[in-house]
């Protein structure tokens, strides 16, 4: 049987729809199967989630087309492992963060998500990026984004729910954060928005 080599596409994804991604619990459990065991077959991590092979089929393509996976297969068996595509130039460091998110005694399915959905609008991602300067009030922020008031409010309500950023004396700022995929998330707004 012919074995085919793994596909490397040149994928160009932003950091809010890699969230939007990661913001569902089926793929988040997908990804936290692979990295325990890596190589599966889309049939095998259907068969142990208990989902539809369609679904995962669909859900392991998703994440592929993230960065997030390597696709290999040996014909007509498709094989996902954890691995970040390097035209990707953040899934290293995501991909990086996520593991480590998940060896935590914690929750991980539960912060994972939590902290995706903080980063699932393009708006949110800029305030992000502008907050990596330094405090700044409501006026300036919405100065410097060009958000309207009502929804930087939205906003920064989704932010600070996350724990990602917190009301100071000069005004909001970013919060400092232990979290390793809190600090990678950031870490991406600010670098490649």
Not at 35 to 48: D, E, H, K, L, M
Request: net charge positive; aromatic share 6%.
């Amino acid at each position: 049987m012919k074995t085919r080599e793994p596909q490397t596409v040149n994928l160009h994804p932003t950091l809010w729809r890699t969230c939007r991604v990661l913001a569902n619990v089926w793929r988040l459990r997908i990804l936290e199967l692979l990295f325990r065991q890596p190589g599966q077959s889309v049939t095998r991590i259907a068969a142990r989630l208990q989902i539809p092979i369609s679904l995962a089929s669909r859900y392991l393509r998703d994440l592929n087309a993230r960065g997030l996976l390597q696709r290999s297969q040996r014909g007509f068996m498709v094989q996902y492992a954890p691995a970040a595509n390097r035209s990707i130039p953040y899934a290293a460091l995501l991909l990086t963060a996520l593991e480590r998110t998940y060896e935590q005694p914690r929750d991980a399915e539960v912060s994972i998500f939590r902290l995706a959905t903080a980063f699932t609008h393009p708006r949110r991602v800029v305030i992000a990026r502008v907050l990596a300067s330094g405090p700044l009030s409501g006026a300036e922020l919405c100065r410097r984004t060009g958000i309207s008031r009502s929804a930087l409010k939205r906003h920064l309500k989704k932010l600070r729910s996350r724990g990602l950023i917190q009301v100071t004396p000069e005004g909001f700022a970013l919060t400092r954060t232990t979290s390793p995929l809190a600090s990678a998330l950031i870490a991406v707004a600010n670098t490649y928005g």
